[in-house]
């Protein structure tokens, strides 16, 4: 039988992915899986969220959100996919998902922060969900990531991030006031309040 690791095109890997996929029911239960490492794959997912298979792009979303169902990133730092019979790497350029939209809900104490990513999961940031700021090393830019699912993340597409920035507040934390963002109940702070003053003159 075919593997992952030789297989010679994205519908020979599409068909060995989807039996996965169907393994359980909703969301492949990648976590608890424990195959053999089988190699790496000439599969990467670009910093905008551009899947690639042998060098081409892949151009059918259906195709990357079944890919997607079986990534798992473990404690080596590296990005896989999953079955219950091999483990293949894939290359990621930043995150494996980006997240393309955000629904603001309540305000105060009470807002949620909802976001839909590339391959289409939903996701509330909270405690469970949170979100993290990175510096962008070559511009000292905020790069803004929100936890998905296992150990991946989606990193905040642009145009979100100017709706990430409407639903921010000040507030004072720990005697120091930080700009930050509320969400489920969680509080996620992101810059000092006088750096964002300073970058918006």
């Known amino acids: 039988m075919e593997s992952l690791s030789h297989a010679g095109d994205a519908a020979s890997l599409e068909a060995l992915v989807a039996r996965a996929a169907r393994a359980g029911k909703g969301a492949p239960p990648v976590e608890r899986w424990n195959p053999p490492f089988c190699g790496d794959l000439d599969m990467e997912i670009r910093a905008d969220g551009t899947w690639f298979y042998l060098g081409t792009?892949?151009?059918?979303?259906?195709?990357?959100?079944?890919?997607?169902?079986?990534?798992?990133?473990?404690?080596?730092?590296?990005?896989?996919?999953?079955?219950?019979?091999?483990k293949v790497g894939i290359r990621v350029e930043d995150a494996p998902f980006l997240a393309v939209e955000m629904a603001v809900t309540d305000s105060g104490a009470s807002q949620v922060l909802t976001f839909r990513t590339n391959v289409g999961d939903v996701v509330e940031a909270g405690p469970d969900h949170p979100l993290r700021f990175a510096v962008e090393?070559?511009?000292?830019?905020?790069?803004?990531?929100?936890?998905?699912?296992?150990r991946l993340e989606a990193l905040v597409g642009r145009?979100?991030?100017?709706?990430?920035?409407?639903?921010?507040?000040?507030?004072?934390?720990?005697?120091?006031a930080m700009f930050a963002l509320r969400s489920c109940g969680a509080v996620f702070p992101v810059m000092p309040a006088q750096d964002l003053q300073r970058l918006s003159r």
């Open 57 to 86: 792009p892949i151009g059918r979303p259906a195709l990357v959100r079944l890919f997607s169902s079986v990534l798992r990133k473990d404690e080596d730092g590296r990005t896989y996919l999953v079955t219950p019979v091999e």
């Open 137 to 150: 090393a070559q511009t000292g830019g905020l790069k803004p990531y929100l936890h998905v699912r296992g």
């Open 159 to 176: 145009a979100v991030m100017y709706d990430l920035v409407e639903a921010g507040e000040e507030i004072d934390m720990d005697g120091r």
